[in-house]
């Protein structure tokens, strides 16, 4: 059973930092594409962050670039994503998932998904 389990969010204030952890169950992260998502209710879900398993390659949103960024514990099977200097534009739900096809990552289709985190930024 492939399970991907989000925790990690909180309420802070703008210039904070949290770290979002996505634990991953059921199948090895270093064989699979995986990303980082987040959702405003009402609007489209938004890709964060995506490792391709094939190059070990990382890469990040315009908007997050500098700000955001992605580790991996192989031994614990955890992903992490490192949030620092939040704004408010970054409240949303997060989430993590997991893909064998790098395209289903690229558009929001992937096969596994976590249930989400909140992240929530005050000014």
């Known amino acids: 059973l492939v399970q991907l389990v989000e925790s990690g969010g909180d309420s802070v204030q703008a210039g904070g930092s949290l770290r979002l952890s996505c634990v991953v169950s059921?199948?090895?992260?270093?064989?699979?594409?995986m990303g980082w998502f987040r959702q405003v209710s009402g609007k489209a879900r938004e890709r964060v962050a995506s490792?391709?398993?094939?190059?070990?390659?990382?890469y990040y949103a315009e908007s997050v670039e500098g700000r955001f960024s992605v580790s991996r514990d192989n031994a614990k099977n955890i992903v992490y994503l490192q949030l620092n200097d939040l704004r408010p534009e970054d409240t949303a739900m997060y989430y993590c998932?997991?893909?064998?096809?790098?395209?289903?990552?690229?558009?929001?289709?992937?096969?596994?998904w976590g249930q989400g985190t909140q992240v929530t930024v005050s000014s």
């Open positions: 998932a997991a893909d064998d096809k790098y395209e289903a990552i690229l558009t929001a289709r992937a096969m596994y």
């Open positions: 059921g199948f090895s992260e270093s064989n699979y594409f």
């Open positions: 490792w391709r398993a094939d190059n070990g390659r990382t």
